[in-house]
């Protein structure tokens, strides 16, 4: 499975990075607005900041809702980098242009999914990834991680290239829940991230073996 980190936060990219288990990054107007990113120049020259910290996928997210707006930005975005992913929101005129992209080499991310019945859609369009929103659907009492275990047997029933990448994760057991069952993707915030490092038995073992190592050294 792969790891995303779902930030615009440069500090937080380069920690994962850093940690040498990161393999892209998701952002979305929300995220980079957080980062107090505005202005559409900010916000390229921002991507481009992004694509050259890490060496993987960078989905960036159209702002247009009409089928001729997202092609102009998403073919705009495209150009920035080669590791730009054109993320475009599950609308009718969205899988329009995710078709377009795809047939023009261009990779798509399709956002705010919610359903199967919108996976497959995008499946049908050619997106790269589908980003199902675990989070908000358990925010509505629904379950998130059997909606991504419904997508990922479909995509395998037909064969569809389309990579799950799970989104909207919230803690570190939505990353294992999605990896059990079988999300390609997570795309999770560094403290999720973070948050898998931690047993209190490791802490326990490890503060142990260095007081043996230190009584051993005084002894001798
Ligand atoms: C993916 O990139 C999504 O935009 C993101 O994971 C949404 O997460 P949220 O539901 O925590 O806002």
Known sequence: MKFFIDTANLAQIQEAYDMGILDGVTTNPSLMAKEGISGEQNILDHYVKICKLVHGPVSA????????????EGKALARLHENIVVKVPMTKDGIKAIKYFTSQGIKTNCTLVFSAGQAILAAKAGATYLSPFVGRVDDINWDGVQLIQQIVHIYAMYGYQTQVLAASIRTPLHIVKCAEVGAHVV????????????????????AQFLADHAKAAQSN
């Open 61 to 72: 997210e159209v702002i247009s809702t009409d089928y001729e707006g997202m092609i102009k």
């Open 187 to 206: 795309t999770a915030p560094l403290s999720a991230i973070a948050g898998l490092l931690k047993h209190p038995l490791t802490d326990i073992g490890l």
